[in-house]
């Protein structure tokens, strides 16, 4: 009996085990200020501009606005507030956006994720050609 409860709870609570996958065609961007409902991001390349400004100033940076009920996950999948997203400037994301261009879901990206979504990006740019 003790094998079949353990084995039930074993079963329920691989759940919490979810693996994080990223959607092929999410956009991949740098946090770089958060206040809601906007957020501003910039490119994850390289810029002149930006490393001798010290960051300051972003030929690449954007302004871009979030939807009221804007689903937004850390590195570790658990759900954050958006009043926490300043606390990950600076971090690179993962966004889907809706019709309108409105951020509805958006995922602090782990460094192996990020590879993962470079190796993509480099592989179609190959495919292109």
Do not use: C
Not at 7 to 14: I, V
Not at 73 to 101: M, P, S
Request: glycine share 6%; hydrophobic share 45%; charged share 20%.
């Amino acid at each position: 009996m003790k094998k079949y409860l353990l084995a039930l709870l074993l079963a329920l609570s691989s759940t919490a085990w979810a693996y994080r996958f990223p959607i092929d065609s999410m956009e991949v961007a740098v946090l770089k200020s958060a206040s809601f409902p906007q957020v501003t991001l910039t490119t994850d390349g390289f810029s002149w501009l930006r490393t001798l400004t010290l960051g300051w100033l972003d030929d690449g940076a954007k302004t871009v606005d979030m939807v009221q009920g804007v689903r937004i996950k850390d590195e570790n999948n658990r759900f954050i507030t958006h009043g926490q997203l300043q606390n990950y400037t600076g971090r690179i994301v993962a966004l889907r956006r809706n019709g309108a261009g409105n951020i509805v879901e958006m995922w602090i990206l782990t460094p192996q994720e990020n590879e993962a979504f470079k190796e993509r990006a480099a592989l179609l740019q190959n495919q292109q050609r």
